[in-house]
């Protein structure tokens, strides 16, 4: 009986330890990918309407410029601490994009700014002095699973 007691007592602070860990994993995670540029961004233009900036874990991106759902713009970038370059290689407003932009950029609280260092480019420029908020995908999960290991 003796036994059985301190066995349900380990399993109790090997729960609690678990669970206080799995919290903690979890807040370090959503903190950490929380600073990470790759996901979709949107603000409201009030001339344009809503647009949709999306950056890939594979260095591309795209713009869907007026809200529809069709990209708009799309190019390839390049992070270096907190630069990123973009260059344009397809869409409506290549034409005077013919450079690469760079910028600094920053994520606070799922908001992400851009500062132009260098571009010649009108359009991206312009839509990129903006500040984008990350779109939140509610099929996707957001926590890791819990995993205990007794």
């Not at 066995?7 to 729960?15: E, G, Q």
């Not at 994009?97 to 992400?112: E, F, K, P």
């Not at 500062?115 to 903006?130: G, L």
Request: charged share 25%.
């Amino acid at each position: 009986m003796r036994k059985l007691f301190r066995y349900f007592i380990f399993v109790a602070l090997a729960l609690m330890v678990s669970m206080t860990a799995s919290k903690s994993f979890a807040k370090e995670f959503r903190a950490i990918s929380s600073k990470k540029i790759t996901g979709s961004w949107k603000f409201s233009d009030p001339a344009n309407g809503p647009q949709k900036l999306s950056f890939g874990k594979d260095g591309t991106y795209q713009l869907d410029f007026d809200g529809d759902g069709k990209k708009d713009i799309w190019g390839s970038y390049r992070l270096s601490q907190d630069w990123i370059i973009m260059n344009d290689v397809g869409g409506d407003f290549v034409f005077d994009c013919g450079q690469q932009g760079a910028y600094t950029y920053s994520i606070a609280d799922d908001v992400l700014t851009f500062k132009i260092m260098a571009d010649q480019c009108p359009s991206r420029s312009q839509a990129m002095t903006e500040q984008w908020t990350r779109v939140v995908e509610h099929n996707r999960i957001v926590e890791p699973p819990i995993m205990m290991k007794i």
